[in-house]
T-cell receptor, first 115, second 111 residues
Framework: ETGVTQTPRHLVMGMTNKKSLKCEQH?????MYWYKQSAKKPLELMFV???????ENNSVPSRFSPECPNSSHLFLHLHTLQPEDSALYLC??????????????FGPGTRLTVT | GENVEQHPSTLSVQEGDSAVIKCTYS??????FPWYKQELGKRPQLIID?????GEKKDQRIAVTLNKTAKHFSLHITETQPEDSAVYFC??????????FGTGTSLTVIP
């Protein structure tokens, strides 16, 4: 499969559950991103990884925990979420250089509902 | 850090008319400016991009202009069609990994 894939596509979880979102990119990129997209709101950057190293953490609550075991895989571990965390979670990848980068390719997203 | 503002938030045009969406940015070091289109229920997809060493770029009915001095860039869609209806996001990237997105413009093309 090509591009950026995400699983699951839909997830319903209770506030006490623990679940993980998975992202995989088949493009050979060196940077991967997690975004949160809520209804009628802009894309909110959550985490950035470059060569497996986390480079950005935009004040995300600790109930979201990222993991990047290699340059092709990115996980978002979820625990004790709140209803306001319900949103579309988008993964993206891009090729970055010190002088700048190239377009991000987005995955299809995981539609998360917290009950 | 970088701050990107996008206007308008909603835009309705008649089919065949032109649509213009504008973005401003704050960090003069930003050197890459992509535009994404997101249709309902789908992922954002790049439609056009421009780098800071270029003032204008065109791809069929879509064009982007960049004014580095004023720190603004615009998306122009000519001869709009109903399938152009979507949410459009601009972004700016300074050197580094992070992209800074605008708040999005919901474009409706009325047949």
């Amino acid at each position: 499969e090509t591009g950026v894939t995400q699983t699951p596509r839909h997830l319903v979880m209770g506030m006490t559950n623990k679940k993980s979102l998975k992202c995989e990119q088949h493009l050979g990129h060196n940077a991967m991103y997690w975004y949160k997209q809520s209804a009628k709101k802009p894309l909110e950057l959550m985490f950035v990884y470059n060569f497996k190293e986390q480079t950005e953490n935009n004040s995300v609550p600790s109930r979201f925990s990222p993991e990047c075991p290699n340059s092709s895989h990115l996980f978002l571990h979820l625990h004790t979420l709140q209803p306001e965390d319900s949103a579309l979670y988008l993964c993206a990848s891009s090729q970055q250089y010190t002088t700048g980068g190239y377009e991000q390719y987005f995955g299809p997203g995981t539609r998360l509902t917290v009950t | 850090g970088e701050n990107v503002e996008q206007h308008p938030s909603t835009l309705s045009v008649q089919e065949g008319d032109s649509a213009v969406i504008k973005c401003t940015y704050s960090d003069s070091a930003s050197n890459y400016f992509p535009w994404y289109k997101q249709e309902l229920g789908k992922r954002p997809q790049l439609i056009i991009d421009i780098r800071s060493n270029v003032g204008e770029k065109k791809d069929q009915r879509i064009a982007v202009t960049l004014n580095k001095t004023a720190k603004h860039f615009s998306l122009h869609i000519t001869e709009t069609q109903p399938e152009d209806s979507a949410v459009y996001f601009c972004a700016a990237q300074p050197p580094g990994n992070q992209f800074y997105f605008g708040t999005g413009t919901s474009l409706t093309v009325i047949p």
